[in-house]
Each structure stands twice: as C-alpha cells, then as structure tokens.
C-alpha cells in the first residue's frame, strides 16, 4: 500500500510553521492553536485513558485550554513567500528570504525543558526510522484516505519527521537522503519552528490540531509548506502523551486538499497515538532491562575472576536441591582436590564428592544442615574427598552466598543474589571454602562465617574483590586502616644484584615521591615471595616489574623466585577519564543530537591534566602512556561543579628523564595516542607526552575516540606521512584547537611545555567564565571530514587493510587535511 499519492506538479510534504501568533505570548498562542479545532465530535466517543482530555477538548472545542486570544486571521496564499531549504540534512526556515518575525513558529510552552528532558530520557533514536511506526502510518494512510501520515518526536529545536520517499525528494532536492528502500520512510530533522506538530504542544492539556484548511487558518497560512510545494491544506494531529504526561510530539495526517475530520476519526487518530507511545515506552523498558542484565552479567564475571583469584577453594552450591549441586568451583578449588573445574551444568552434586565422617547416623548432611541453611547461618565441617588415591580431609566452611565479607568490605556475592531481605532470610547458595585442615597445613583453622582473604604483605592491608586487570597485574579494591585504597598486585621474578633497580628508581617509577592533587598516590609497597600464581593460572600472562624496568631478560635466571609486589594506591572511585568520553560527560545534556561541548568541564580537567603533567615533568619523570584509560576520576569535593575531578596515574610505563635528551625505549604505549617520532625512532621526550595530551584535547572535545575505525598499521602509516591530523569541528574555540594542534604537532621542538599549555588553558577558562568566548552546539552523530558535499556521516569503513583504500587517505591524496573523527552512533 503506498503511502504517497502523487501529486500534480510534485506536490510533497514538509513543514514550516509559521504563524502571526507566534510573535503573541504563549498563553495566547496556545489557545491560537486550539481556536480552530474543526472537529465536531458526536455524543458516545470513548476516550483513551491516558488522554482523557484530548477528545473532551475536542467536544468542548478550544474552551479552557488556554487565555481566551484573537482566532487566527485567515491570510492569503503568496505565491513567491519564503520556502524551507535543507542545510546539512536538516530542514530549515530559509532566512533569505523569509522576515523569521513572521515565522517563528509555535511559542514554546511553559514547560518545555522538562518535556524535553523526557523525551531524551527515553533513549528515542530519532534519526532512525523505525519499521513498526512504517506499520502504523501506512496503516493510517489508508485508513484515513489521506497521502501522508507521520509519526514526529519534537526536541528543543528539531521536529523529527519520519517522511514518506517522495517528499525527501522534496524535502531535499539533492536526494542526499534518499537510500534503498523504496517506500520506507526517512528522518528529516526540521527547525522546529516550521513543524505545524509543534501546536499541538502550545495547549495547557493535550488535545487534538485539526486544521481543515490551513489557508483558512492564520497559523499556517502563510507557511512556506501551504504557501509553496509541497501545499499542505489540511493537517489532524493526534499529541504523543507519555504515561507520566508529557508530549513527546505528535501522529499526524497531512493532505493536500481541504478536508473534514469528524470525531471518529478524531478518536482513531488518538487512539493509534497512545499505540505509538505505549510501544515506545515499552521498548526503552525492554532496553533498560537488557542493559541492567548486561551490567548484572558483567558484576558476575567481575565476582567470578576476584573468587578465582583466591588461592583457597571456593565452590558455589544450590542448597534447595539435594545434594547441593555444584554451580561454580575456581581454580584454588582444582589445585587443592585435584578435581576438574566445575560450572553450572555439569550435574555434579557437593555431596557425591565429598562425606562428612561420623555423621551417617544423624541422616544425609543436606537434610543434617537443612535448619542451618534455611537460618542462612554459617557452619565449618572437616570432609573427606571421594575417589582419588587415599583419603584427604578437608576442612569445609560454608557460608551464604549473600552474607557480608568482613566490616569495610564491600559485599562480595553474586550480584543477583543480593538486594531483598526476604532473600537473605532464604539463602539458596552457598559458597563453601576448602582448606587443608590445621593438623594438615600448620595453619590455625578458619573461623566460620570469613571468607578467605589473600594473606597480606603488610599486617593491615586487606585486599577484597578485583577492580581490574592490567598488563602489569591486577588490581584490587582493600582497606588500610580502615581507608578505602587499590591495591596492585604485580607478580615478578626476584631481582639479581646486578640488575637490582635501585629504590630510588623504584620509587621514582611507582610514583612514591609524587605529591599532587591530580596525580593518583601512592601510599606504600612491599614485596614477598609468592606462594602461588595468582594470574598464571587464568591463563593471564603476566608481565613483570624488571620488564618495566628494562631488565635484560636473559638475566632471569629461572631458578630466580618468584615475587609478588604489592602497590597500595589512592582508589579513585570514577572509574576512568575514556569511560567518562564515552559516555557524553563532557557534552551538555539536552539529546546527544544537538547537545555541546561543556567546555567548561572540558577545560577544567584539561588544567588538572595539564598540571598534574607540569609537576611530573619538573621532577623530570616521562609517563609514556597518557591516555584516557591511565586518567583516572574521583568523586569531586566541590572544588567546582563537575561531578568529578581527573587524576594521572599508571606510572607503568614511566621513565625517569636523563639530562634534556630523549630516552630510547622498546615498552609502547597506546599507538592512537603516540607522537610520530617515537613510532618511527623509539625516541621518548617529554614532548611525547605532549602529542598524547593534544590527543586528549580533542577526545575531550569532540567526544570521539581518535582514528577511530583504522587498524593500528593505519594509524601509524597516517602519523608517519604527517599530512595527517585530527581535525576539530568548525565552531572549536581557536585558543583551544591552537593548543591542541601545537601539542599534536609533528616536530616535537614546536610543541609546547606543559607549563605553557597549563597557561593557555587558564587563560581559556577565564575567557569563557566571562562570557568573551562562545560554545556552539554540534552534533555527534556526524562525522567532522571534510566530505561537505555530501553533507552526511562517512564513517571509515572498517576492516579495510590497504590504506590507499581508506577515505582519508583519498582525501589527503587530493591534499585535503585529513580527519578521522568517526561517528559514534
Ligand atoms: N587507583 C585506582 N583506583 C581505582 N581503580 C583503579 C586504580 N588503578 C587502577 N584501577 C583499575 O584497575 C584497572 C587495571 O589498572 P592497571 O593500571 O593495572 O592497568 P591499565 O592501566 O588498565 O592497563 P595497562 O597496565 O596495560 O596500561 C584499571 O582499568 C582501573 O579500572
């Protein structure tokens, strides 16, 4: 069923509203947008319940819903009036030729910005068409009789208009939006000011626009789209009411000849309304669920490797079933029995491995322990292992899977277990520890109810679930004194004499002597010899501390022990600067299509950056590795309004600087945030670090990851040919894209110490604070490459390997400066 008529002389649809009213208060225009409701609704309408109004509006006509105003003024068609014109893919007022007083558009009503803002909070993917409202408006198109039917999401500024092919033919007359597809609809975001969908938000409560004629209706009659093509005469919206009440934008039927709209059709059209909205509600409820799940998978495996990592054996059991079947077993548990590694599914039962001596009197141990298990207590029995040579006994405890580690420790239990008290009344799972018993090992027996705990260099330094695992180790989440801290854990062959690091280099390296509010500290270390691998096991390799401190391999001897190096850190309870870009914390929060940069935010943790880099480089210490995942936040303590503040940690990688001159190096750090000279040469300055912070300068800004979409050859191929750069969007302010483009500069003697780009950011903060700077809004959903003609996203494809074949490099053949912003959505 089509969806379009043609029309003689290409008649089309798209939206312009402009309006005498609009230049009246928003009270008057919103009784302007009711004042010509030409439906007269007969008696017995039902009404949707969540828009109860809309048709009793309809019956009383525009009574009540706003101050009484003048009814519009019919005007006369002008022929050669003002028409819109699509600029980069948007629908605009064309301000040449159109005195915008006279188009401005529907008022904006008095509670936009908090309709707005929820709107956004249902994750709407606007610029998207979407299949099941093709249904509906298809649906409606032939139901009502009429060519066009609509579905639009209103935001602050754009009316999301999901048209019919034929009128992006008309919309946009270089067809730059016109894909495969025949008959689908396509999104044109349209100034809002043009949309006759943005009445249907002016009223006090929701009710239908119906517009028979709309060269009748002083609203509309002088609107580029009635004026000019595509001739809109006759317009019915139904408004999209959430549940919770507010208007996210209309369904709409458009003709192009005058037409009457009886009740029923008015009640239909609300009806199919309420549709739209209730499936889009249940989507993002669908979304939310998807994603609470994903996140609840990802606590899981983050648990499952922190119990892993215990050297004591630890299985998880269902104790509502007999036998208590096996639900997980970790790697200490496989060392210790010598049994294979268990998951859910394997239908091994707790009580087929093991028997409890002396207790087959009392009954199976399951239904012994049934009271215990149902109180969620705790309980510690010696067992015997089945099968194998001999008897081994075990000491077992048992403890439920929801009850607490220890005071200060987080909870560490399955996430999807924790939470309601009716749960922890009714325990189902249990985590039952296994340790040689003391008459075994030598060791005092566990005390029930704790769960075992790595034993700790230092005597109060307690280590608890894992916050994440690095090339150099894992890191940990304890207490020290009580004190939240992070812990690394880095495992490492013990030094000879002769390649012993000095304490002083060791300590330069871990960042002892660093005192700075931006640079993550580091309270202590201390080092033992280890008992067992902590990561070998997980088929982790690690890599150890003499590799980062450039110890000749063949010096490891094998009969060298093996260490483990503790690292007590300050926590930093943000997580990381990336993991802050990626999320749009850095972009104002209106919708992520017309939001901005939050320059200020920006510049701010530019400074902290910037400083915490100064102060390292006074002490004459390279980082090596700047990037967005070795920043790391914390909470803020309201030195400013951002919620958080930056901190530079990960001296992994760090070199004590020598003299003025470069350090050779062969350890790398992060390619897309490498300076070329230490690409091609291995040459390390304080210069490289800053190229990597002019990397950063640009994440923060455009909020993309850099070189996004190329392989790593690719990007270094780019840097190495130098005619390449990251390219900030036009509205950037200068200071800010200056500095960025001197730290990023090719030859390292042109770039800036970071002294002076300290300096230049906080000359830049004051000139935004008072106003003398502005911050343009850009889309993200662009690409910022200077493709201009086609005036759409071009995303590098990915997966291309020649680099000839890559866009950018086409451009840059053609001598264009490349960019490599790539959209993210
Ligand atoms: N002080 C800290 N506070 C909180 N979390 C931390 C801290 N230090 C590290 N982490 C977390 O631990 C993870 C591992 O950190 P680590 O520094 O060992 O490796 P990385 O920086 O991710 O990788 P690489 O060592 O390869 O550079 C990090 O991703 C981070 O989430």
């Given at each position: 069923?089509?969806c379009v008529?043609?029309?003689?002389?290409?008649?089309?649809d798209?939206?312009?509203?402009?309006?005498?009213?609009?230049?009246?208060?928003?009270?008057?225009?919103?009784?302007?947008?009711a004042?010509?409701?030409?439906?007269k609704?007969?008696?017995?309408l039902?009404?949707?319940?969540e828009?109860?109004?809309?048709?009793?509006?309809?019956?009383?006509?525009?009574?009540?819903?706003?101050?009484?105003?003048?009814p519009?003024?019919?005007?006369s068609?002008k022929?050669?009036?003002?028409?819109?014109?699509?600029?980069?893919?948007?629908?605009?007022?064309?301000?040449?030729e159109?005195?915008?007083?006279?188009?401005?558009?529907?008022?904006?009503?008095?509670?936009?910005s908090?309709?707005?803002?929820?709107?956004?909070?249902?994750?709407?993917?606007?610029?998207?068409?979407?299949?099941?409202?093709?249904?509906?408006?298809?649906?409606?198109?032939?139901?009502?009789?009429?060519?066009?039917a609509?579905v639009?999401f209103?935001?602050?500024?754009?009316?999301?208009?999901?048209?019919?092919?034929?009128l992006?033919v008309?919309?946009?007359?270089?067809?730059?939006?016109?894909?495969?597809?025949?008959?689908?609809?396509?999104?044109?975001?349209?100034d809002?000011?043009?949309s006759?969908?943005?009445?249907?938000?002016?009223p006090?409560?929701?009710?239908?626009?119906?517009v028979e004629?709309?060269?009748?209706?002083?609203?509309?009659?002088?609107?580029?789209?009635?004026?000019?093509?595509?001739?809109?005469?006759?317009?019915?919206g139904?408004?999209?009411?959430?549940?919770?009440g507010?208007?996210?934008?209309?369904?709409?039927?458009?003709?192009?000849?005058?037409?009457?709209?009886?009740?029923?059709?008015?009640?239909?059209?609300?009806?199919?309304?309420?549709m739209?909205?209730?499936?889009?509600?249940?989507q993002?409820?669908?979304?939310?669920?998807?994603?609470?799940?994903?996140?609840?998978?990802?606590?899981n495996?983050?648990?499952m490797?922190?119990?892993?990592?215990?050297?004591?054996?630890?299985?998880?059991?269902?104790?509502?079933?007999?036998?208590?079947?096996?639900?997980?077993?970790?790697?200490?548990?496989?060392?210790?029995?010598?049994?294979?590694?268990l998951?859910s599914?394997?239908?091994?039962?707790?009580?087929d491995?093991?028997?409890?001596?002396?207790?087959?009197?009392?009954?199976?141990?399951?239904?012994?322990?049934?009271?215990a298990?149902?109180?969620g207590?705790?309980?510690s029995?010696?067992?015997?292992?089945?099968?194998?040579?001999g008897?081994?006994?075990f000491?077992?405890?048992?403890?439920?899977?929801?009850?607490?580690?220890?005071?200060?420790?987080?909870?560490?239990?399955?996430?999807?277990?924790?939470?309601?008290?009716?749960?922890?009344?009714?325990?189902?799972?249990?985590?039952?520890?296994?340790?040689?018993?003391?008459?075994h090992?030598?060791?005092?027996?566990?005390?029930?109810?704790?769960?075992?705990?790595?034993?700790?260099?230092?005597?109060?330094v307690r280590?608890?679930?894992?916050?994440?695992?690095?090339?150099?180790?894992?890191?940990?989440?304890?207490?020290?004194?009580?004190?939240q801290?992070?812990v690394?854990?880095?495992?490492?062959?013990?030094s000879t004499?002769?390649?012993?690091?000095?304490?002083?280099?060791?300590?330069?390296?871990?960042g002892?002597?660093?005192?700075?509010?931006?640079?993550?500290r580091?309270?202590?270390?201390?080092?033992?010899?280890?008992?067992?691998?902590l990561?070998?096991?997980?088929?982790?390799?690690?890599?150890?501390?003499?590799?980062?401190?450039?110890?000749?391999?063949?010096?490891?001897?094998?009969?060298?022990?093996?260490?483990?190096?503790?690292?007590?850190?300050?926590?930093?309870?943000?997580?990381?600067?990336?993991e802050?870009?990626?999320?749009?914390?850095?972009?104002?929060?209106?919708?992520?299509?017309?939001?901005?940069?939050?320059?200020?935010?920006?510049?701010?943790?530019?400074?902290?950056?910037?400083?915490?880099?100064?102060?390292?480089?006074s002490?004459d210490?390279l980082?090596?590795d700047?990037?967005?995942n070795?920043?790391?936040?914390?909470?803020?303590?309201?030195?400013?309004?951002?919620?958080?503040?930056?901190?530079?940690?990960?001296?992994?990688?760090?070199?004590?600087?020598?003299?003025?001159?470069?350090?050779?190096?062969e350890?790398?750090?992060?390619?897309?945030?490498?300076?070329?000279e230490?690409?091609?040469?291995?040459?390390?300055?304080?210069?490289a670090?800053?190229?990597?912070?002019?990397?950063?300068?640009?994440?923060l800004?455009?909020?993309?990851?850099?070189w996004?979409?190329?392989r790593?050859?690719?990007v270094?191929?780019?840097k190495?040919?130098?005619?390449?750069k990251?390219?900030?969007?036009?509205?950037?302010?200068?200071?800010?894209?200056?500095?960025?483009?001197?730290?990023?500069?090719?030859?390292?003697?042109?770039?800036?110490p970071?002294?002076?780009a300290?300096?230049?950011?906080?000359?830049?903060?004051?000139?935004?604070?008072?106003?003398?700077?502005?911050?343009?809004?850009?889309?993200?959903?662009?690409?910022?490459?200077?493709?201009?003609?086609?005036?759409?996203?071009?995303a590098?494809?990915?997966?291309?390997?020649?680099i000839?074949?890559?866009?950018?490099?086409?451009?840059?053949?053609?001598?264009?400066?490349?960019?490599?912003?790539?959209?993210?959505?």
């Amino acid at each position: 069923m089509g969806c379009v008529q043609s029309k003689p002389g290409g008649r089309a649809d798209a939206y312009r509203a402009d309006d005498e009213a609009a230049s009246k208060p928003a009270g008057a225009a919103a009784a302007a947008a009711a004042a010509k409701p030409a439906t007269k609704a007969s008696e017995g309408l039902s009404v949707s319940p969540e828009q109860p109004d809309i048709v009793a509006q309809l019956l009383r006509g525009s009574a009540g819903s706003g101050p009484a105003v003048p009814p519009p003024q019919p005007a006369s068609p002008k022929k050669d009036g003002p028409s819109a014109v699509v600029k980069d893919g948007v629908a605009h007022l064309d301000a040449r030729e159109t005195d915008l007083k006279y188009f401005s558009g529907a008022p904006l009503c008095a509670n936009d910005s908090d309709r707005c803002d929820a709107l956004c909070s249902l994750n709407i993917d606007m610029m998207t068409s979407e299949p099941r409202f093709d249904f509906i408006t298809k649906l409606m198109t032939s139901i009502f009789r009429c060519p066009v039917a609509m579905v639009v999401f209103i935001d602050n500024r754009f009316s999301y208009l999901n048209v019919p092919v034929a009128l992006v033919v008309f919309i946009d007359n270089r067809h730059s939006y016109i894909k495969s597809g025949q008959g689908m609809a396509q999104i044109v975001p349209t100034d809002r000011r043009l949309s006759f969908c943005t009445w249907t938000l002016v009223p006090l409560k929701p009710e239908m626009l119906v517009v028979e004629d709309s060269l009748e209706d002083g609203r509309f009659a002088e609107n580029p789209f009635v004026v000019n093509e595509p001739h809109i005469r006759f317009y019915a919206g139904a408004p999209l009411v959430s549940s919770r009440g507010h208007r996210l934008g209309s369904l709409c039927v458009v003709d192009y000849k005058p037409r009457k709209f009886d009740a029923e059709s008015c009640n239909l059209l609300c009806n199919f309304a309420t549709m739209v909205v209730r499936d889009v509600e249940r989507q993002h409820e669908e979304d939310l669920q998807r994603r609470q799940s994903m996140q609840l998978s990802r606590e899981n495996t983050q648990l499952m490797r922190a119990i892993d990592a215990c050297s004591d054996g630890v299985v998880l059991v269902d104790v509502t079933y007999p036998k208590w079947p096996v639900m997980f077993s970790n790697e200490g548990w496989s060392t210790l029995t010598g049994m294979e590694k268990l998951a859910s599914g394997s239908g091994r039962m707790f009580w087929d491995l093991f028997s409890c001596p002396g207790m087959s009197q009392q009954g199976h141990p399951w239904e012994v322990y049934k009271g215990a298990v149902s109180r969620g207590e705790a309980f510690s029995l010696d067992l015997i292992k089945h099968g194998g040579s001999g008897r081994h006994l075990f000491t077992v405890t048992f403890r439920p899977a929801n009850d607490k580690l220890d005071e200060g420790m987080p909870n560490i239990t399955i996430p999807a277990l924790q939470g309601k008290e009716e749960d922890l009344e009714t325990a189902q799972y249990y985590f039952c520890t296994i340790r040689r018993p003391a008459q075994h090992s030598g060791e005092p027996p566990l005390p029930p109810n704790q769960f075992p705990t790595k034993s700790a260099p230092f005597e109060d330094v307690r280590l608890g679930p894992l916050l994440g695992k690095g090339s150099f180790g894992a890191v940990y989440y304890g207490t020290w004194n009580g004190a939240q801290v992070a812990v690394k854990v880095i495992e490492h062959r013990s030094s000879t004499d002769e390649y012993r690091a000095t304490d002083e280099a060791l300590e330069a390296m871990l960042g002892l002597k660093m005192m700075h509010p931006n640079i993550v500290r580091t309270f202590k270390y201390a080092t033992k010899e280890r008992q067992q691998s902590l990561h070998s096991s997980n088929g982790m390799r690690s890599r150890s501390l003499e590799d980062s401190l450039s110890l000749s391999p063949s010096a490891l001897s094998s009969s060298r022990r093996m260490m483990e190096t503790w690292i007590v850190l300050e926590l930093c309870n943000r997580g990381s600067l990336q993991e802050a870009i990626d999320k749009g914390s850095f972009r104002t929060k209106r919708s992520i299509y017309d939001g901005a940069p939050d320059l200020m935010r920006i510049i701010r943790t530019a400074i902290e950056i910037a400083g915490a880099m100064a102060y390292l480089h006074s002490m004459d210490i390279l980082h090596s590795d700047l990037n967005g995942n070795n920043i790391l936040l914390v909470s803020n303590t309201g030195i400013d309004d951002r919620p958080f503040s930056a901190k530079v940690s990960d001296f992994g990688l760090s070199r004590i600087h020598i003299g003025t001159g470069a350090v050779a190096t062969e350890t790398y750090g992060t390619v897309t945030h490498m300076p070329p000279e230490l690409l091609s040469e291995g040459r390390l300055s304080k210069a490289a670090d800053v190229y990597s912070f002019g990397v950063l300068l640009w994440e923060l800004y455009t909020g993309q990851r850099p070189w996004a979409g190329l392989r790593h050859v690719q990007v270094i191929a780019h840097k190495m040919r130098s005619t390449t750069k990251l390219e900030f969007p036009p509205a950037v302010p200068a200071a800010y894209r200056d500095l960025a483009d001197r730290c990023m500069a090719t030859d390292d003697r042109a770039r800036p110490p970071f002294s002076e780009a300290l300096n230049v950011l906080l000359d830049l903060k004051d000139a935004v604070q008072s106003g003398a700077v502005k911050i343009e809004p850009f889309p993200v959903y662009r690409s910022y490459e200077p493709d201009k003609a086609a005036g759409k996203p071009r995303a590098i494809p990915d997966g291309c390997d020649g680099i000839r074949e890559n866009p950018a490099a086409q451009a840059e053949a053609n001598g264009a400066a490349v960019v490599t912003g790539v959209a993210r959505c």
